[in-house]
């Protein structure tokens, strides 16, 4: 389980929407969400259409999956910028394998990073305890510098942190060090689209401008 040191005010933050256990995500989602707003300029790096799109995407997967996996599954679909994060646990590769397949066919989506784990299905207090590490994570990127933490999404399975988001190789290094840092995490993977700086200014100015109109 998560060890309390050291907590920073966002951490402490997500730590108190933590006393409902069922209610964590989004408790922890909307005072994140907040503190970014009020304190960074940075939009979503996606279009709006790749947002509608992998709306559409996640409604679609969390239709499907379950009729292929049942009770024999635990199946997270997750969907950035038309890129399909898969994780969770099924029974075995064969399923794995069916699940991908009925996720490649939606339409819009472009890639698919499968990281399903052939097993025992993940237990409530381990999924709660990832709901919490999400909560921490996202709150240490809003205190850290030089990160928009409203661009990175973040998914946790099993103690393991996915970073999914359009963002510079330098943001992603930093974003990668941060969610290190944050304890009960026990690995970070990176499943970002990686853009260039000059890209990055330009989405800056764009939003600069939209904002003073």
Same mark, same amino acid.
């Not at 050291?6 to 409902?20: E, H």
């Not at 009770?71 to 038309?82: E, I, K, L, Q």
């Not at 933490?149 to 393991?160: D, F, L, M, P, Q």
């Given at each position: 389980m998560i060890k309390w040191t050291?907590?920073?005010?966002? #951490?402490?933050?997500? #730590?108190?929407? *933590?006393?409902?256990v069922t209610a964590l995500q989004g408790c922890v989602e909307m005072a994140v969400g907040s503190a970014v707003v009020g304190?960074?300029?940075?939009?979503?790096?996606?279009?709006? *259409?790749? +947002?509608?799109?992998?709306k559409a995407i996640l409604f679609k997967g969390e239709t499907r999956v379950p009729r292929i996996v049942g009770?024999? *599954?635990? #199946?997270? @679909?997750?969907?950035?910028?038309?890129k399909v994060l898969l994780t969770g646990e099924v029974r075995d590769e064969a399923m794995k394998a069916a699940v991908e397949r009925e996720v490649a066919a939606i339409e819009g989506v472009q890639s698919i990073v499968n990281d399903l784990e052939v097993g025992m299905i993940s237990s409530f207090s381990s999924r709660s305890n990832?709901?919490?590490?999400t909560g921490m994570v996202k709150a240490a990127f809003v205190d850290a510098k030089d990160?928009?933490?409203?661009?990175?999404? @973040? @998914?946790?399975?099993?103690?393991? #942190?996915?970073?999914m988001g359009r963002v510079t190789q330098r943001e *992603?290094?930093?974003?990668?060090?941060?969610?290190?840092? @944050?304890?009960g995490v026990k690995k970070v993977v990176k499943v970002f689209e990686y853009i260039s700086e000059d890209e990055l200014? +330009?989405?800056?100015r764009t939003s600069d401008d939209t904002a003073k109109k």
């Open positions: 050291r907590l920073k005010r966002p #951490v402490a933050m997500a #730590v108190l929407c *933590g006393a409902a304190t960074l300029a940075a939009t979503d790096r996606r279009t709006f *259409g790749a +947002q509608t799109e992998d009770d024999a *599954g635990h #199946v997270n @679909v997750t969907s950035f910028n038309r990832d709901s919490l590490i990160l928009y933490a409203n661009s990175i999404k @973040v @998914v946790t399975e099993r103690g393991t #942190v996915y970073l *992603g290094n930093l974003a990668g060090d941060v969610a290190r840092g @944050v304890s200014r +330009q989405m800056t």
